[in-house]
């Protein structure tokens, strides 16, 4: 049997890791990480090692196929391309014909941002569409990051990232990147930077509800109260102003605003909030500013919270303030060979430019928060969402309040799916489009060399042919718009019909080629002559001039963030005002071998010790008379859920913590990625009303019971 060795890279979290992989006979036999990659160096987790279990799965959707029947009793049948196409084409368009076109809904998942054809052709596709029922795993994720970048930097990508390899100090909040590699950080082989880092005499601190993987190697660890972050890094930048600590560039303005905006929030204040006392809240800030060069880096656990916009807002004024901004071994922006930033790929952001049409959430760069999605499907009336279509996503598993999407799912009068498998959500889908897989596609990521703590680029071609009447995604976005625009009503003009026409018709390679000449950092043809990645250096200082502010300032003075300080006011006195009795603090967690929602069907990454356990310490089972292994029944506002319970001495009293993307095993419908993972969903449990200022998702510090079930 002939056995090749082919470059490959993993497309299963922000940290893009390049790979080596051995190829027999059509299929990927072995897979390791590739030492020749100038930013991955290397570095695999057991997901990548997991990789080809993708494409080589016998229950993923190879054809397209079409539902026959409801709920329990449904069929799917394979259909071809064409039919598809043209069934998909004909939901979307009757649905915007008769109804107007925010009638059709469309929802984007997180595996686009890993998709290069879902750059280059599926927001060509979508823009198309012009509907403003836009939504995204975004708003379960990252929106108050990017709303912060774009009102102090003039552009929601322009998010700066830790200069990992050349830091001092870095404080990590409400992030575990031992588990998740990186996020808003596309950093490979974090464990060994880490290690790196403490062998140059570097610390690394970490505040979090839950002793992680990642507080287990820091120097030190901290418990804070899930959702009161905000108030220790007001406390910080109090400390900071107070005694004279700060050191901000000369294109910053507002300091005077950000003085008046924490005079209150003095650590007493933050130490009775979260936990973590005042003295220990001092003699951070005061870390912070001592360090040769520092970090302050927050991610999930303080994004998806319900003070996201604060949080992010009061580390950017960390880092800026402590002078750690645009400078070495602080955060830094990338310079991308293809710069999506630069060159207006993705848009700058906006707000406010319209509201959903049930609650009056405004939206943010276009999209609306996907927490209003369910009321949008399921209140008649014009603009209502009577058609839906997804990409590469499971809001069912992903978005709060779940299971009361996946019933409004079923009053829709079309749906359609582009996705890989049958999921909890795609199987309420009318037809499902099934593309091609990563390994079978062309690869440059666009998105995350924008967020790598170095300067690199990859272009990693197809390594597996692709299978005879497969379709890449870009030919499926290119088809879907183009059938979509030729059964409406209201056709758009000839010219932009011919201008989206061309825009579609050329492929991924040429868009990134085109990206690269007009960058002039490297060219496709040197790109092709080292697969493993050119390396074009470590992050440098770009500032003032990166900057798509006017004038190219920095103003630290945000309304829409500093008026939300009165509701954080109000959330810190009443925590100190009233008991919390019974209630505990739910959050979420990530294991190293799960990986979102799917992947589950993957038996190397599911076999070994179930980790769908609702952790708690043992006090507090103790409290409630509960066993350690107990079937316990935790309920908060919106649902319930019963499954096992895991003392453990990790997390902080008062808190419980659960992983999301589990709860396969939905009414009874056993589907074909679901294989026997036990567990349930977090998200039957969080809450779509619990939003930050954004329109993001608190789906941490959700208060629950627990009680045996
Ligand atoms: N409570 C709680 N909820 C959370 C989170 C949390 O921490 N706590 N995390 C949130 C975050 S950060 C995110 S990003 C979201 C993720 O939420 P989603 O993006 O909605 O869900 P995923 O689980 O990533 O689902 C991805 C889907 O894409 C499909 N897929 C994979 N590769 C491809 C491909 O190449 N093409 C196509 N077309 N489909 C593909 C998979 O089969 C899967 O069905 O979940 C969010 N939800
Ligand atoms: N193995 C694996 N890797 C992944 C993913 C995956 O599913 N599996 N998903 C990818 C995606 S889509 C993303 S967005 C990234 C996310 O990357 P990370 O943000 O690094 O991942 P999380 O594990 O969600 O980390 C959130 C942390 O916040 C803590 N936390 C919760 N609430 C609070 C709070 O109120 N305050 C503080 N201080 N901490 C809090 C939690 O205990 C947890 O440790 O990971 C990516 N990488
Ligand atoms: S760290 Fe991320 S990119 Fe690297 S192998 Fe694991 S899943 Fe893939
Ligand atoms: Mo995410």
Redesign the pocket.
């Known amino acids: 049997m002939a056995s090749t060795r082919t470059l490959g890279v993993c ?1 299963l979290c922000e940290a893009i890791c390049g790979l080596v992989l051995t190829v027999e006979d059509g299929r990927v036999t072995g897979v390791r990480g590739n030492p020749d990659d100038p930013l991955s160096r290397g570095h695999i987790c057991p997901k990548g090692v997991a990789l080809p279990d ?1 494409t080589d799965d016998p229950d993923r959707l190879r054809r397209p196929v079409r539902r026959e029947g409801e709920g329990a009793g449904a069929r799917w049948v394979e259909i071809g391309w064409d039919e598809a196409l043209d069934l998909t084409a004909d939901g979307i368009a009757r649905a915007v014909n008769e109804h107007g076109r925010d009638a059709l809904g469309v ?6 941002a ?2 290069l054809g ?1 750059q280059t052709h599926g927001i060509a596709m979508l823009k198309s569409f012009r509907t403003r029922n836009k939504f ?3 708003s ?3 929106v108050p990051h990017q709303l912060v970048a774009w009102q102090l930097f003039g552009h929601q990508l322009l998010i700066p990232v830790p200069d990992i390899d050349r830091t001092s100090y870095f404080l990590v909040l409400g992030a575990n990147p031992m588990a998740s590699n990186g ?1 808003l950080m596309t950093v490979p082989d974090f464990p060994q930077r880490v290690r790196e880092l403490q062998a140059r005499g570097g610390r690394m601190v970490v505040l979090d509800p839950r002793r992680t993987e990642t507080a287990k190697v820091a120097d030190e660890h901290h418990f804070v109260r899930p959702g009161t972050d905000a108030a220790v890094l007001l406390a910080m930048l109090h400390v900071l102003l107070a005694e004279g600590l700060t050191a901000p560039p000369s294109y910053v303005e507002g300091v005077q605003a950000v003085r008046l905006a924490v005079a209150d929030w003095t650590p007493e204040r933050a130490a009775m909030a979260s936990g973590l006392p005042a003295d220990e809240i001092r003699r951070l800030a005061r870390e912070l500013a001592a360090a040769d060069a520092a970090v302050v880096y927050g991610r ?1 656990g303080l994004s ?1 919270q319900g003070f996201g916009s604060l949080c992010q807002w009061a580390i950017c004024c960390l880092n800026l303030l402590t002078g750690n901004f645009d400078r070495e071994g602080g955060v830094m922006f990338t310079e991308p060979a293809a710069d999506i930033v630069g060159r207006g790929i993705v848009g700058r952001g906006h707000w406010d430019v319209w509201r959903s049409r049930v609650r009056g959430a405004p939206e943010f760069a276009g999209e609306l928060p996907v927490s209003v999605l369910r009321e949008e499907i399921e209140t008649p009336g014009d603009g209502q969402v009577r058609a839906l279509l ?6 069912v ?4 309040d779940g299971a009361s999407l996946a019933r409004a799912l079923e009053g829709l009068d079309f749906m359609a ?5 049958l ?1 909890e ?2 199987r309420h889908a009318d037809v499902v ?6 390994l079978e ?1 062309d690869q440059y990521d666009l998105v995350f060399h924008a967020l790598a703590v170095r300067n690199t680029a990859r272009w990693t071609p197809a390594v597996l042919p692709k299978p005879v009447g497969a379709m890449h ?1 870009w030919e499926i976005y290119r088809e879907l718009a183009l059938r979509v625009a030729a059964r409406l009503q209201k056709p758009p003009s000839r010219r932009r019909l011919l201008a989206l026409r061309a825009r579609l018709s050329v492929s991924p390679r040429t868009v990134v080629a085109g990206l690269l000449l007009s960058g002039r950092r490297t060219t496709m043809r040197a790109l092709r002559a080292h697969p493993e990645g050119v390396d074009l250096g470590p992050l440098r200082p770009t500032m003032p001039g990166r900057l798509q502010t006017p004038g190219k300032k920095v103003r630290l003075a945000v309304d829409l963030v500093l008026g939300d300080l009165p509701r954080l006011a109000r959330h810190v006195d009443d925590l100190a005002a009233t008991p919390t009795g019974d209630e505990l603090l739910l959050i ?3 294991h190293r071998s799960d ?4 992947m589950h069907n993957s038996p190397r990454l599911t076999r070994g010790r179930p980790r769908h356990q609702l952790l708690m310490h043992p006090d507090d089972l103790a409290a409630r008379g509960l066993e350690d292994g107990a079937t316990v029944r935790v309920a908060s506002r919106v649902g319930e859920v019963a499954t096992q319970v895991q003392a453990s001495d990790d997390m902080m009293r008062g808190v419980v913590s ?4 589990y709860g396969h095993q939905r009414d009874g419908v056993r589907l074909a ?1 679901a294989r026997t993972v036990p567990g349930v969903s ?2 039957d449990l ?1 809450d779509p009303e619990r939003l930050d200022v954004s329109g993001n ?1 608190a ?2 510090g959700v208060p629950v019971r627990v009680t045996p079930a």
Do not use: C, E, F, K
């Open positions: 497309n993708v929802y984007l998942g997180n595996p686009n890993h998709s879902s995204s795993a975004s379960v994720d990252q996020s999930m998806t997804t990409l590469a996503g499971n809001p598993l992903s978005t709060p799916a582009i996705d890989l498998y999921n959500t795609t489009l099934p593309p091609t897989t990563a596609r995604d979420g967690r990530r990986n979102n929602s799917w659960l992983p999301h993307g990625h977090i998200n969080t998702a789906l941490n």
